[in-house]
């Protein structure tokens, strides 16, 4: 089983595309690659118009003024705080009025069915919004978004991202389940602080024992850094504990095994705007007798 191999499974270990990975757990830059050669099947946009009334987005345009600003939802204008919600509705009438009714098409298309070739699993943290840094459009990503990005074991039992996966997998038969990570990550903070054998009241410490195992490794491989080097290390090795937790799902494994599913690791850093990603191989036969190997690694910058 996979868990059984966790210990074994750092980065470097788990890295078959470079032999000389194997000395270290932290991953060298790679050159930049060519953008655009994700396996998206992007739906073409209609031209269809279509006229709307409205009101607010003509009375205000915060946005607009407050361009170069810091994001922030509680805008002054001419000296009056805007609600939150005035941005919020302002917002939204400029999408319905930039993106839906100009690709009216689509979003009816979309309004009877959806057919996403990616899951996404995703920390909750407000920074790392997929579909913002990502550009997921509507229908193209089945989203879970929870602390710390974490996939919890088939053994685990029923949560809110076990139920997603369920869906993902079984009724729309997406493609590519994509696990996202990030720096700067709180909720792997918690797991790198918590106490061993600590009884633990905090709905947040319960959650994020699930990585423990990525705590383990990460103690072992990187115990004698930093804090926060410590954090960063976690930050990817927990993500590569869920691509395995995966896998403990009977028709995730299924799926990955018959090759009409394919597990994905991401990374983005948001203190230098980068974006790792890779690929989880699970077939019998890799180098070293193992089961799991990562390739095509890459490194956008
Ligand atoms: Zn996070």
Not at 108 to 137: H, T, Y
Request: glycine fraction near 6%; charged fraction near 25%.
């Amino acid at each position: 089983m996979a868990s059984l191999l966790r210990s074994s499974l750092s980065f470097a270990a788990f890295d078959a595309s470079s032999a000389e990975a194997s000395s270290q757990f932290f991953w060298k830059p790679l050159e930049p690659p060519k953008i655009g050669n994700l396996p998206l099947n992007l739906v073409r946009t209609s031209n269809a118009r279509l006229r709307i009334r409205g009101s607010v987005e003509e009375k205000h345009t915060p946005a607009r003024k407050a361009s170069k600003e810091p994001f922030r939802l509680t805008r002054e204008e001419e000296g009056q705080v805007l609600d939150p919600f005035q941005e919020l509705e302002y917002r939204f009438k400029r999408f319905k009025r930039k993106n839906y009714v100009e690709n009216l098409v689509d979003y009816q298309n979309l309004a009877e069915r959806q057919s996403p070739k990616f899951m996404v699993i995703a920390c909750a943290d407000s920074r790392v919004c997929p579909s913002n840094i990502l550009g997921f459009q509507p229908g193209e990503s089945f989203t879970v978004r929870n602390v710390a990005n974490l996939v919890p074991p088939f053994q685990h039992g029923a949560s809110e991202t076990s139920a997603a996966l369920e869906f993902a997998v079984n009724s729309l038969e997406v493609e590519n389940i994509l696990i996202v990570g990030h720096s700067r990550c709180g909720g792997i903070q918690a797991l790198m602080s918590m106490k061993d054998n600590a009884d633990s009241r905090s709905f947040i410490k319960d959650w994020v024992s699930i990585g423990k195992s990525a705590r383990l490794s990460t103690k072992a491989a990187a115990g004698n850094l930093s804090f926060e080097m410590q954090c960063r290390h976690c930050e990817k090795e927990s993500i590569n504990g869920s691509l395995l937790n995966l896998l403990t799902y009977p028709w995730i494994e299924k799926r990955v095994s018959e090759g009409t599913l394919s597990l994905h690791g991401g990374y983005y850093d948001f203190i230098d705007c980068t974006f790792e990603k890779w690929t989880l191989v699970y077939r019998e036969g890799l180098e070293g007798g193992s089961k799991y190997a990562i390739k095509n690694r890459a490194l956008w910058s």
